[in-house]
């Protein structure tokens, strides 16, 4: 919108000394401006307006907080939020100059999207790329989200959008034919199978350079799970050694720039608890098409209290992800698995990471569905082998795990990113703990995803690593009144009582006959 | 959504020394709490969440940020920002607790709307609670008014949205069976004729206790132009004395908590410049009914460059009106005007107050337009009185306007307020202008509502008061090269390079054939 017209003929502005103001505003850029400063009288600034800094060559776009307090800024000074100030690269005192901020180029598509309208390509991309910039407000940002939320976005449009996303950020090239990932869509609390299909496949030789995301809403990402044995924040070059010499990592994604409009939105998706079609298949596909990958192993688990409830949703979100795999040159393998309940004992990051280490030594404690579910996705990944014949993936995958060459891969990998020495058979669960037992006595007929994630997530995890909620019982299994249910860890008083609360309100079990536990229709 | 429980089951709080920090974050609460204070590790709080702050027997919701500066607060204080400290009613050093917010009561009722489902009465009553208590982010905010803009409300629940408004705040009763008003949806520059039509009809002895709004993206509100002239922003008893003694106030109406949650929702809808029919009625009507009107006149300007384009477009939403002003039991006359251009000449506070105090006395150099506009918009009010035959009004209004009774009533209105001692006949216009001339023969065929508007904000109204465009031509009216269109005011150099820019872009006037000017067919 005619930003260099507007700047040229703008008369020079006063310079202000830069400030960094000690305020973490997380992803918003905020500026400190004197009430008194003769710049801010001068240009009609109001509180929440946007601004526009220039600095060192660069500009930045922020948010106006004005300041009655000179120990915070004073008339001759310009502060700025940490991440604000480190976008600049400069130090305290250098010369800023402040304006009015012009609208971000995209506005008026923005304005367009609001009012219900297609967008092209070209629209996509100049907003994407304003967003992945930190253009955009809050207040646009989340006018974007529940503009292009439910069904306001065709499939073409969620194309696009998703061609933005990819490029606006970082694409990685593994100049090999041959690049597989797998991706779960989430809400399934465990599950952790990413940890053990990675080594699995690395062992039979498929390159799998897995970045992922911590928790948005969940008790643990896999990023948060690994970090309980390795370091997960890995610079690109350090991944792309690990990738070449074990043919896997198990990596944090987030320094990695890939798709970075997708963590900007995140920000506003996640207090929002929205999750729509739409912005899922571009959230995931822009990662793994940036990540690299050529093949993917889609897994989406449907259940009463999964993201996605019936077979027919679960067709239609399919058949989204393929169009746009599609034209995206991804080739793309979706299974939909059983999400009635969550998969594996542990649900935080340490009581995960020793499911998953109990699988990987083939210990008769680990969770056999999580060790099933692995096994199966690992077998599905390796049938993009052409030297593999249909079906034939499963018992080379059972073979590779209960040979303990998945294990020996997998401690190469944690040697490689920085092993953080988690003893698993022991591991340091959270000190403070109440146990949840049955209320009545027959089958346990539901388990409730969302409850038993919430009271995990108010127990800690996953910001308390040893936090969380642990297993002693799944779905159909006969139990009587007293039977311990599940075991909550705590590291602080104030979570075990959050905790505690929410299990008073709730325990997500529930106990009936054997003839009422749901059943789904999948194939594993 | 459980407070109590929650509340009642975690454990007492550490408290903190409450510090106000000198920061003015508008009408957003922030909190600031040091990085190492005990309670922040403890409780698990990340940068942006949202906390609930009890002191003082009272509570509030904030944002919360991370500080690294212990000037700032240290690890023992709780910082809030102006608006937010001021909330709480405490001195700097009150003992107050923090922890983590649970989501407002009505989250999930907006959880509904978001996905698209009809709320009803109640629903609507517990968000706009929340919207007007200021227990939603402006996330939260975004996401409502986006989810109930366009054709999202059925009108039904516009009506549900205005009676939650009204009840969100403070009734005005008046304690007499007619109260009038009059209102315009906006959008036409200049256009001031409530100060006119509130001396007429006040002087004709109906009661008009007129509460204005600030401008919000025009140039211009009443309250701004109204402030040239007198004090308006009263307390509820000066304004109630005042009506009681001349039967009409012209005030801000800001101050009397009427529809708070309307002004809440403004600074969201503000930015992303949204005007939405059942959003516009709710705002609309339930300040109208907390202001106590019985009767009100309300202007739809239609044209190329109005709010409203079409007449199909201005009947839709006049039913919309008459639809929920009909359940809330006000009388409403729907009057379609003539929106093809500004009214008056002046656009800006200074400007359009030099204007109107003009038409009061009778001057030659009033503006006809403005004039006409505001005879007939008196005239179908003051026919809200029994005594007045259909068709008399405007008469009856041209002849207190011609006797000089209403620039005596008008008079007696801004001594009461608190006069400034505005000199009309000498205005103090902006010192910085520059003139903008036709740049070729012909007659006025455009005046663009929008651009006009757009340069006057650049050139620092309304915050500039004296400031603003001088329009010496209006639609119709034979040009030559070189005759002046208007001329621009400003006070500050960077203002006036900023209209100067917008000007070269476009100068909001078409120039060509008699043939070419736009007709609209309407009443006045």
Sequence with gaps: MDTPDTASTHPPATSLALRRVGIDTYRENVAYLHRDCAIYRAEGFQALSKVEIHANGRHILATLNVVDDPHIVDCNELGLSEDAFARLNVSDGHPATVQQAEPPASI??????????????????VIVDDIAQGHYSKIELTAFVIATHRDEL?????????????????????????????????????????????PIVAAHGLLCPKTSSRAITSPAGTADTMEVLAQVELGVEQLQDIVRQHRACLAWGGAAELSPADDVLISVERP???DSPGQMVASILSKKIAAGSTHLVLDIPIGPTAKVRTMAQAQRLRRLFEYVAKHMR??????????????????????????VMRVLENDPRAPID??????????????????????DGFAIARDILDSGRAMARMGAIIAAQGSR?????????????????????????G???????????????PKVRNAGVDLFCKLGRPVAQADLLYRVHACYP???????????????????????????FVEF
């Design 108 to 125: 008026s598509a923005l304005g367009r999207k609001i009012a219900g309208e297609r967008l092209n390509a070209g629209e996509f991309r």
């Design 154 to 198: 065709d499939r073409e449009e969620v194309l696009f959008l998703t061609e933005a996303m990819v490029a606006s950020g970082r694409r990685l090239d593994w100049h090999e034919p041959q690049v597989v990932d797998k991706h779960c869509i989430g809400g399934i609390p465990g599950n952790r199978t990413s940890m053990l299909v990675v």
């Design 272 to 274: 929002l608890n929205i």
């Design 330 to 355: 991804l080739s793309l393998d979706v299974v939909i698995t059983d999400g009635r309940q969550p998969i594996g004992n542990g649900i935080g990051p340490v009581l995960e990471a020793r499911d």
């Design 370 to 391: 999580l060790r099933q579910k692995a096994l199966r996705l690992a077998g599905r990944l390796i049938e993009c082998d052409p030297d593999v014949r249909g079906g």
């Design 421 to 445: 020495g988690f003893d698993h058979n022991q591991p340091a669960l959270g000190p403070l703990s109440f146990d949840v037992a049955a209320t009545g006595t027959g089958f346990i007929t």
């Design 447 to 461: 388990i409730d995803n969302l409850q038993i994630a919430r009271i995990a997530r108010l127990a800690g995890a």
């Design 494 to 520: 104030a979570d075990l009582a959050f905790a505690r609360a929410a299990c008073a309100r709730s325990t997500g079990y529930t106990v009936g006959d054997a003839a009422q536990v749901p059943h789904v």
